[in-house]
């Protein structure tokens, strides 16, 4: 499944040429871990469509120690990375022990039609967005917050592991919405940094904050920070972003006009030969960029410089910037290359074959990469699904296969950096750490403790807690779960 978050809109670089500047697809979407679906209040019905369409759309995994109750006597099993479940029934949020057990419980009424979502330090959010509001459990003290959704925004997935704040957007385009968790604030894009005319669509999420692409009439970019809540645009579209410093594109006709800006302000300016697809700093005012005829070329803005250093044999659909120093570069049905921050290539992936006989690029599959991840996942193409053929985790500074999938992977937000699972692979597998474990007996991993410790997973005979190193079950009920970060 790709969801309206996770797929880039082709943004109009001016108002003649709609796809002057074709974005590339956005590898890091969701949150971390795995989404529940939410049940309907009193049912027992199996989950299993709605769970396995959800494992793509990532949130939930992380830490949290569960000793508030005043009820419920406090477990010395209670462990560092504890679940939470939805009893929809007596509208509560329960906190496990290690066993399964109750140790804390947290009134949550009329949260029954509300979709369950997780990633934010120490809180779940029971989403109904689209009938105008969210609720915000705080897990550590209980304390319930709701808040109003203006009228065509929904709540935005793409939750920063260290945020204080969630965001609030349209996947149609329009305003975006930050409201700060701490003090109750609410901050305007359109209001605050831009204008009525101003439509901003979800673009990409880098480690230290997310962008959206104004399709409203102007080529700029806007930025949320991860932390706090202090918006600022950049004209045109940015592909690279680190802290306040980013690499924004302005397509011309047969050229690119890069910009490195801080924040508001622009360091410098260039002018590349042909369409540039993505790039990475390299300095202050230097940048690498790679253009979809498949020049490398290295920028200096502050000498207004440029070189190309090196050529691909063919032409590159996008070009991803994995981390400071790694870019993956798609192929058109011809080669993808791994290249670190100078442009030289660190690794080759040849074009695999279909079962048409058609010639399709290794590409990054669905949340197939995440900021600051040491791993990413490939496949032949980037379509999502069960057919999705050469499914690869990757070590990031060397491209080489660490496991194997039948079926779409995605990457996992949590600490190692090189967790992956597949939503639609036969068996429940999962890559933990970068070494590939199977559950037998079950088909699905549903959720994963940021300690990698334990695991969900569901199967025919229902749904189970797996301790992964001593490999004791137990059996859980027919119900939402999600780990707590901390």
Known sequence: MTSPSDAVPHAAANDSDPGAFPPPPAPFGHSSGLQPQPVPRRSKKP????????VLVLAGVGVFIATRSDDDEPSSAVAASALVRVNYDDEQLEVLDTTGDVVDRIDIPDVSAANLVTGLP??????SSRDGEIVIVNVADGSTETYDVPEGLTLSRTLGPDSAHVVLDSVGGGDVVVIDLETGATTSAVEEVADSDSMFLLARAFATGTTYNDVGGTAQSLVVPDVGSDLWLVPGFIIYLDGDRS?????????????????AKEIGSVDVDGQVRGGVLT????????TAEGDIVKVDVGKGE??????????ITYAIALSADRIFVAGDGSTSYLLDATGKTVAEFEAVE?????KR???????????????????AGPEPGPTAAAVALRDQRTGEILAEFDGSASVLDTPDGC??????????????DGDLREFDGYDTVLAVSSDLKRVVVHGEDGLALIDVASGDETDLDNDQYAFVTS
């Open 47 to 54: 989950l299993v469509a709605t769970i396995v369409v959800a």
């Open 122 to 127: 120490g809180r779940v959010i029971f989403d």
């Open 247 to 263: 690499i924004a594109v302005e397509p011309n006709d047969d050229a690119s006009t890069v910009t490195i800006d801080a924040r």
């Open 283 to 290: 300095g202050d005012d230097t940048a690498l960029v790679v």
């Open 306 to 315: 440029v070189s190309v250093v090196d050529s691909f044999a063919d032409p």
């Open 354 to 358: 279909d079962d048409d006989g058609n």
């Open 361 to 379: 690029e290794v590409a990054l599959g669905p949340n197939g990469a995440r900021p600051s991840s040491r791993c990413f996942v490939t496949q």
């Open 419 to 432: 967790t992956a699972v597949s939503a639609f692979d036969r068996a429940a597998d999962i890559a933990l």
